[in-house]
């Protein structure tokens, strides 16, 4: 699935699936008839009561493609394993994420900003296009001259594209689909995660984990907000709620 302007996120491979998930749970249990309203409900029971292992048994591969300045937030998330391209051995065939549209900062330092206006737009793309230009010049002339590979990319910006393969399990993925799919997190970074979100709502054998997921999601997400917002009116009645 094609993101931003030159990226993508493919499904290489998975394992697992609703079945999994509720046959792991119910080892401890022993075996229950399996039906489909009896696996729905338990599916429920396990996530919303933060019983999670159970999800780790579904686990995804994805390649990615996406700007250095992503990737960077991606490998945050250490619960995963990454195999990145290298720059090392061989020459990077030069592709920069180049906005379309450039953001105002306002008041609030994450996400959130708005759009600049058609004119100031369009100044922005031309700078950004000239220091880019600039970079790629360097680079090829270090390439020409021999300068060796692991030094010339110095020069890349993070706008420049990076590729890697990303092994996930459904636990770890809900963090991260959770965090970078929030209207906090960056914006590319959100083209990202609802990019995977609408790849997986789309798999049948996840129909009940994701039913119940984007609900949790949901629910966390308006939670920080409002949290966000004022924490102690927040507290306040949470407390009232819990007398
Ligand atoms: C909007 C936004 C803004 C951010 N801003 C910044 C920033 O300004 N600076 C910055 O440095 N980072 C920033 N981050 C990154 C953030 O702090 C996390 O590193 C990132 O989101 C990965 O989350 P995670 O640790 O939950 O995920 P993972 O690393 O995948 O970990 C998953 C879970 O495993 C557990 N876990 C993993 N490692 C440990 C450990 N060592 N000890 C205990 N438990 C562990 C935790 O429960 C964790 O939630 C930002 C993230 C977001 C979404």
Redesign the pocket.
């Known amino acids: 699935m094609k993101v931003l302007d030159k990226g993508f996120v493919e499904l290489v491979d998975y394992m697992g699936s609703d079945k999994r998930v509720v046959q792991a749970a119910r080892v401890s249990t022993g075996a229950a008839e399996s039906t489909d309203k009896k696996d729905k409900l338990l599916i429920e029971y396990l996530m919303i009561n933060e019983h999670w292992t159970p999800f780790e048994k579904i686990v995804f591969e994805f390649h990615v493609k996406c700007p250095i300045f992503i990737a960077r ?1 991606w490998f ?5 394993s990454f195999n990145e391209v290298s720059g090392r051995y061989k020459a990077f065939e030069w592709e920069c994420y180049e906005p379309e549209q450039w953001r105002e900062q306002g008041e609030k330092r ?2 959130g900003g708005t759009d600049f206006d058609f004119s100031r737009n369009l100044s922005t793309k031309g700078v950004f296009n000239n220091a880019l230009n600039i970079a790629k010049r360097t680079y090829d002339l270090f390439l020409d001259t021999n300068v060796i590979k692991e030094q010339a990319r110095l020069i890349m910006p993070l706008t420049h594209y990076t590729e890697f393969y990303w092994t996930v399990n459904f ?2 993925l809900a ?2 689909l959770t ?2 799919s ?1 209207e ?3 914006k590319e ?1 959100q083209d990202y995660a609802n990019t995977i979100l609408g790849m997986l709502h789309k798999m049948d054998d996840l129909k009940f984990t994701m039913n119940i997921y984007e609900k949790v999601r949901i629910v966390k997400q308006l939670t920080i907000k409002q949290m966000n917002v004022n924490i102690d009116k927040f507290i306040l009645n949470l407390q009232k709620n819990i007398k």
Do not use: E, Y
Not at 76 to 80: D, L, Y
């Open positions: 937030q945050r998330h250490r619960i995963g994450q996400g636990r770890s963090n991260f965090l970078r929030s906090d997190a960056q970074i």
